[in-house]
């Protein structure tokens, strides 16, 4: 019988492009380093879940869709918070298939990685953009759109950049948000193209590192996305205290309806500080690694 295997992988940040991007507009996210490692040991009868943090009534029907029917146990540890747009069911989606090649004694390839990855987050998403799992399984920053000729997506160049997570608390619903923006297409369609300009915008600030610019941008995306309707009073309450610290910028990410707030701020340790002191609960994250060393 197998001994143990286990593998791991990261979660992410949508810096601009979240909603949008279900509808063909860009967007550009990247890997941190908090993540989900999924163990996998031989187990007498059916194939089940031994040890999960997170009760979550969609994780074994997604999961099993991949394990056997019998023999394998699963464990799975995250440094992620759940449904907090912070990437959790992707990072757990493309653990479980790392995990399962290596139990098959070898390394997941990533165009498997990104197939079956997207077979799992269709399962916990229904309509998902394909951006978490992708950005997941290829690390660094990525800018993607997944527009009418398929999925395309490059490296994107970040420099070096220093943001305070402010966490709402709450677990915003993807599927049901997601589904909210879509019925009210039409009408929201010029929101979603100023998003994905603003988007493309935003590439070379990112890549050179202008803080007042990519702060300026962040507000703006937080506008758009508050007229798609998919902020909330906790995010808005989070966006106008980093604001009043003196923050260049601050915007929900990922869907939205609670999760987290990225702030970019002149002194993130002051801020980050500040909202210790005030009982907020916030992490500190640095972007922009090298996108090919974070792929090694
Ligand atoms: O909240 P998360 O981590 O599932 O991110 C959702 C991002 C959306 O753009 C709202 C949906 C998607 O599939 O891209």
């Known amino acids: 019988m197998n001994g143990p295997v286990s593998a791991f992988a990261p979660g992410k940040l949508i810096l601009f492009g979240e909603h949008a991007v279900v509808h063909g507009q860009p967007a550009i996210a990247a890997a941190v380093d908090l993540g989900t490692q999924v163990q996998i040991e031989a187990l007498d009868g059916p194939s089940r879940i031994l040890e999960a943090e997170l009760e979550d009534p969609r994780l074994w029907p997604a999961l099993s869709a991949l394990l056997p029917p019998q023999g394998l146990g699963l464990r799975i540890r995250s440094s992620l918070p759940t449904g907090r747009g912070m990437g959790s069911s992707a990072a757990l ?53 997944r527009g009418p000729a398929g999925i395309a997506h490059e490296p994107q160049r970040l420099a070096p950049l220093q943001l305070v997570v402010l966490d709402t608390g709450r677990a915003g619903d993807t599927a049901a948000l997601v589904a909210g923006v879509s019925a009210r297409r039409p009408a929201v369609d010029p929101t979603l193209a100023a998003i994905g300009a603003l988007v493309e915008r935003m590439r070379p600030a990112l890549e050179c590192g202008e803080q007042d610019r990519i702060g300026a941008g962040m507000a703006e995306n937080q506008a758009l996305l508050r007229a798609l309707g998919v902020s909330s009073p906790e995010i808005e309450d989070l966006v106008s205290w980093a604001g009043r610290q003196g923050a260049l910028g601050a915007k929900l990410a990922g869907a939205g309806g609670g999760g987290v707030v990225i702030a970019l701020a002149p002194d993130p340790s002051a801020l980050l500080d500040a909202a210790r002191r005030e009982g907020r609960a916030a ?14």
Do not use: K
């Open 93 to 145: 989606s493309i653990a479980l298939v790392r995990a399962l090649a290596r139990w098959e004694g070898r390394e997941a390839g990533i165009e498997e990685q990104l197939r079956l990855g997207f077979v799992l987050e269709r399962s916990f998403h229904g309509n998902p953009s394909g951006l978490d799992h992708t950005v997941s399984a290829l690390g660094g920053a990525l800018h993607y759109r």
């Open 283 to 296: 992490i500190p994250v640095t972007l922009g690694q090298d996108p090919q060393a974070a792929q090694e």
